[in-house]
């Protein structure tokens, strides 16, 4: 009598245990957890992928701007240069306004335009407006020249940016031709260098 109402007691502990292991297998199948693929918070600073680095720090910069040029459309450039009217004029002996006069400026030394303060910033530059000068500067101004009072944002479409210097570089008495650039450099900067 005792056994026997052992057995009927772990028999039931027995089934009920099988009933939760089974009811467990088969909800697993039901249910399909499904993994996020990404953080749903993402934490600044913090990068989900391996590498490490963040997914901003691949910050891109100019194109490199003797490509560019070769295709480069100078009505284009005159056209955005509007953007740059509010504060500079672009002829010959034209006044200076919030910013210098930028006849001539391609190849000139930088900050040396006549009758015009400049920041201690630019005028601490040195060296000439290279176009791959000219090119970083258009950019971004501030990251090129951090302290400019130019304060300008700068072009960040590479074409837009190589129309506008194309145009820029037409603007002078002795204009640089425009693919092939580099050597170009005007006798000011040999009167000017070391
Ligand atoms: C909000 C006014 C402003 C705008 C817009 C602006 N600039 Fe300037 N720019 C300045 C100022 C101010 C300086 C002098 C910067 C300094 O001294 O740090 C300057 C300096 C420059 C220089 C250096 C000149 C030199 O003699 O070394 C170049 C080149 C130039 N700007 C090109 C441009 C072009 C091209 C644009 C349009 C795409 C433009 N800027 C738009 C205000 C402006």
Redesign the pocket.
Known sequence: MDSFEFNKIAAAILIALLTIKGADLISNHLIEPNMLKENVYKIAGVSPSSSGAPAEATKKGPAPIEPLLATANIQQGEAA?K??T???TIEKGGPNR???D?YG?VG?P????PGYV??S??EKKGGT?TLDD?NE??YSPRDF?PG?????VG?KDDKERAD?IAY?MKQSDSPMPLPEVKEAVPQESKKEGD
């Open positions: 240069f953007k740059c509010s504060c500079h919030i910013g210098p930028l400026v000139a930088k900050g040396q335009h400049y920041s910033a630019l407006w000219l500067w258009l020249v400019t009072k130019m304060s300008f072009v506008l820029m």
